[in-house]
Each structure stands twice: as C-alpha cells, then as structure tokens.
C-alpha cells in the first residue's frame, strides 16, 4: 500500500493517513460486502476512535488588522 500525503505536520499526516484508510475501508464494505456488514464496521472504528471516520473540522483563525495575532491586540498606551 502506497499513500502520499501532503502539507501540514508529521502528526497531522499520520491522522489523514488512518482516517483515508479507515473510510476505504468502510467504503468497501459498502460496494462489495452487505450493508448490515458495513454498519458493524462503521459502528468498530467509530467506537475505537470518532476521529476515524469524522474530521475534525478545527482551523487556523486568520490574523486581524491590530494585533500580532487572530486575537491579541497590540498594548494600549495612555501617555
């Protein structure tokens, strides 16, 4: 088995990696293998670990014009 992943880190590559496997795998048992089959597969992975077959859908917040960051703001000086 080959798989190519791209951007982000070692971590995060390794999350795709055994999410993509874990949905062709429940893919599979969709086209080929009965359905009953295919939700006591689903039913597995989701108990092992919701990850699996769920991305987590938490991003970067973009930076704001006023600060250093999405949320810090630069320090207010009254003098």
């Known amino acids: 088995m080959r798989i190519r992943v791209k951007g982000g880190g070692h971590t995060s590559q390794i999350y ?7 949905k062709a795998l429940v893919a599979y048992y969709q086209k080929f293998v009965d359905e009953q089959q295919k ?14 077959l769920m991305a987590n859908p938490r991003r970067c917040e ?14 207010k ?3």
Do not use: N
């Open 39 to 52: 939700k006591e597969i689903k039913d597995i992975l989701v108990r092992y670990d919701r990850t699996l």
């Open 62 to 75: 973009p930076k704001k014009v006023g600060g250093r960051g999405a949320r810090a703001r630069f320090q």
């Open 16 to 22: 795709a990696i055994r999410q993509s496997i874990a």
């Open 77 to 79: 000086s009254y003098r």
